[in-house]
């Protein structure tokens, strides 16, 4: 049969693009070009935009991809990759360009990444430190200049903290990444780095509150965040082995809680938890920072399925819509599993919506509009990332009609004690949090 003309433009344009990518760097002008090349032969579900500039003016270039890939759609959770962070860490940074082509090439020709895309908004930012990347002159192993900004910052100490006060002036990339947060609703997570081969997770810095007397700081989801961990690492072709880079460190099962592993202030991914209500692991994916660009290629085979599946964890757990009198959305409502209380209170966003990473289970979900009566309901979560959805469960206010004031959370400390870290929750939750705590123990 004859194929029809416009196939064979499709045709052509998929094969244009694919073969222009190579498994070799991309340096800044090559990764504008294909970034750009890519969206101009799939418009219909990639949108390519800059998120801001660095130090020296390069543009911070994110790619989304999905069915509605310019701007969030109710129902579909955000996600996001993010790489070369450290300027010098860099197979991140070519593994996510090769994620570009294989989604791309892949949607509505592979039914897994058609139902991925098509039900959910995934973001790729191929470099966080374009500057740095640029001033690496000397491929390293080890260790570069190039790691920092061109300021000299460690953009990975740069965030704000939330067990200590950070001093670090707030970069423009760091800054960028803030905002972006901000204004998406990004519900998972990961950051590409390299130097270890380890799946790393959230808290990456402590107190006595979150455990950190005994060499672990745990977070209230610390279970979801070691399913996530370890997602990736026995999907990778050896990083669930466990074998460190040398002979003195070794990760077993391939993860390491964060602060387990070495305390580091002012970290991205514990922003990301607490600020920006989205789950985010570190991901170390080569004992060499800056390998030799014949090695890439095995790179991208080592962790192609495990980006895949991690990607797919987006869908855990239960998501809806916070709604009030005639239907109207309730922003700002605090919606959290009861025993899983944030001390930055888990918020619906301009369309009442929340997504909360569960495993399966049973829970008791507690939505909270300020001001009024808590609704608490109890949902029975499977396991749904095979199905692209998490649990639908939507709590209805009739007496609402106005919108919330948000809640307090402010950019200061909130693990100083436990007294301050309560005060950053609404009356109602404090009470129903003291009263899990007295629950606890009389038990």
């Not at 073969?19 to 418009?43: G, M, R, S, T, W």
């Not at 990083?239 to 964060?258: A, L, V, W």
């Not at 369309?351 to 309901?377: C, D, H, R, W």
Request: charged share 20%; proline share 6%.
């Amino acid at each position: 049969m004859r194929a029809a003309a416009g196939d064979v433009a499709g045709i052509l344009c998929l094969f244009s693009v694919a073969a222009a990518l190579d498994f070799k760097y991309h340096h800044a002008e090559e990764l504008e070009a294909y970034l750009k090349e890519v969206h101009a032969a799939y418009p219909s579900f990639t949108h390519l935009h800059s998120i801001g500039r660095s130090v020296e003016g390069r543009d911070l270039w994110v790619l989304v991809l999905g069915r509605f890939p310019t701007h969030h759609k109710i129902g579909i959770p955000e996600f996001k990759y993010v790489a070369n962070m450290h300027g010098d860490e860099t197979v991140g940074r070519e593994i996510l360009l090769h994620l570009i082509d294989f989604l791309v090439t892949s949607y509505r020709r592979d039914p897994v990444i058609t139902r991925l895309l098509n039900n959910t908004r995934i973001h790729i930012m191929p470099t966080m430190n374009p500057d740095g990347f640029e001033a690496t002159k000397v491929p390293d192993c080890y260790y570069t200049p190039g790691r920092y900004n061109k300021n000299g910052e460690d953009l990975n100490r740069n965030f704000p903290d939330a067990f200590e006060s950070n001093n670090a002036s707030i970069q423009p990339e760091t800054q960028a990444v803030m905002d972006w947060i901000k204004n998406e609703t990004f519900v998972l997570s990961a950051n590409l780095h390299g130097g270890a081969l380890v799946a790393s997770y959230t808290f990456d810095n402590g107190n006595s509150v979150t455990g950190s007397l005994k060499g672990y700081s745990r977070s209230p989801d610390d279970d979801v965040f070691i399913h996530l961990a370890k997602t990736y690492s026995f999907n990778h072709a050896s990083m669930y082995k466990g074998i460190g880079c040398d002979n003195r460190q070794t990760f077993p099962e391939g993860i390491t809680n964060g602060y387990s592993w070495y305390q580091l202030e002012g970290g991205m991914q514990d922003y990301n938890y607490i600020w920006g209500q989205c789950f985010e692991i570190t991901l170390e994916l080569s004992c060499c920072k800056y390998p030799p660009a014949n090695q890439l290629e095995k790179f991208w085979r080592d962790n192609k399925a495990a980006l895949i599946e991690y990607m797919k964890q987006v869908h855990l757990g239960v998501k809806g819509q916070v709604t009030g009198k005639n239907g109207t959305p309730i922003p700002n409502a605090i919606v959290e599993a009861k025993g899983r209380a944030h001390v930055c209170p888990y918020r619906t966003n301009q369309q009442g919506e929340y997504f909360l990473l569960l495993l399966p289970g049973t829970y008791v979900i507690n939505a909270t509009v300020p001001g009024f009566k808590s609704m608490l309901k109890t949902v029975e979560i499977p396991d749904n990332t095979g199905n692209f959805s998490a649990l639908k469960q939507d709590f209805f206010f009739s007496e609402v009609s106005i919108k919330p004031e948000v809640p307090s959370c402010p950019k200061i400390p909130l693990y100083q004690e436990l007294d301050r870290a309560s005060a950053a929750v609404k009356p109602t939750l404090h009470i129903l949090g003291l009263m899990t705590v007295m629950l606890v123990i009389f038990k």
